[in-house]
C-alpha cells in the first residue's frame, strides 16, 4: 500500500495567516493526490484534486502543488470558517489511501 | 450536483449484526461507484471498498475484505454497508461518497455522506 504521511498533524494559526501543509507519498503517485476538509458533523468537502485542479465553488485562497511524492495544501488569508482538519488522498493506486489529517486550530 | 444521506448513528453490541444506508439524490445513481471510507477516533480515514450501482460491481480493499460487505438498491439509489458480527473495534464514524472521474490517477471522492457514527460497546 502507498503510505501517506502529513505534516504537520496539528497547526495554530491566527485569522489572515498563511498557511502550508504537507503530505508526502511513501512512493511516486505522480500528480494523483487529492486534498479534502474535515469538519466534525459535516460531511467531508473535497477542495483540490489531481494535485493542484480547485474543485468549482472552492474559494481561491486554497491552493495545491506538487508532484511526485511531494505535495503542499496552502491557505493564504485564513478565515475563521477555514478552521478544520484537512486531508490528503492518493488515487495513483488502489488501495486509495489518506494521510493522517492535519488540525488547523485557532491561536 | 448530487447529495449523499446517510443512515442515523447506531449503537450495538458486539456480535450483533448492523446494515447501514447512504442514500443518493441529484444524479444519476447507477453511473457512479460509491465508495465507503472509515474513521476511527484519532485515526486517518480509510478506503474500505467500493460498489458500481449499475451492476453490483463490488471493489473491496483487502483490510475489509472478509469483514464488511457491500450491496446497493438501485430501485431507491441507496447503497448499504453491512456486518454480520461487530466488534468494540469496529467504532467509528463510517462515510459513503461519491467516486467521480473515469480515468485511473484523476478519480477523487465528491460529495460525501454526513457520516454515521457506529459505536459497538457491551
Known amino acids: 500500500d502507498i503510505q501517506m504521511t502529513q505534516s504537520p498533524p496539528s497547526l495554530s494559526a491566527s485569522v489572515g495567516d498563511r498557511v502550508t501543509i504537507t503530505c508526502r507519498a511513501s512512493q511516486s503517485v505522480s500528480s494523483h493526490l487529492n486534498w479534502y476538509q474535515l469538519k466534525p458533523g459535516k460531511a467531508p468537502k473535497l477542495l483540490i484534486y489531481v494535485a493542484s485542479t480547485l474543485q468549482p465553488g472552492v474559494p481561491s485562497r486554497f491552493s495545491g502543488s506538487g508532484s511526485g511524492t511531494d505535495f503542499t495544501l496552502t491557505i493564504t488569508s485564513l478565515q475563521p470558517e477555514d478552521f478544520a482538519t484537512y486531508c490528503c488522498q492518493q488515487s495513483h493506486r488502489t488501495p486509495w489511501t489518506f494521510g493522517q489529517g492535519t488540525k488547523l486550530e485557532i491561536k | 450536483e448530487g447529495e449523499l444521506v446517510q443512515s442515523g448513528a447506531e449503537v450495538k453490541k458486539p456480535g450483533e449484526s448492523l446494515k447501514i444506508s447512504c442514500k443518493g439524490s441529484?444524479?444519476?445513481?447507477?453511473?457512479?461507484?460509491i465508495a465507503w471510507v472509515r474513521h476511527m477516533p484519532g485515526k486517518g480515514l480509510e478506503w474500505m471498498g467500493s460498489?458500481?450501482?449499475?451492476?453490483?460491481?463490488?471493489r473491496y480493499s483487502p483490510s475489509f475484505q472478509g469483514q464488511v460487505t457491500l450491496s446497493v438498491d438501485k430501485s431507491i439509489s441507496t447503497a448499504f454497508l453491512q456486518w454480520s458480527s461487530l466488534k468494540a473495534s469496529d467504532t467509528a464514524m463510517y462515510y459513503c461518497?461519491?467516486?467521480?472521474?473515469?480515468?485511473?490517477?484523476?478519480?477523487?471522492?465528491?460529495?460525501w455522506g454526513q457520516g454515521t457514527l457506529v459505536t459497538v460497546s457491551s
Open positions: 441529484g444524479y444519476t445513481f447507477t453511473d457512479y461507484w
Open positions: 460498489i458500481y450501482p449499475g451492476d453490483s460491481d463490488t
Open positions: 461518497a461519491r467516486r467521480v472521474g473515469n480515468i485511473q490517477g484523476l478519480l477523487r471522492f465528491d460529495p
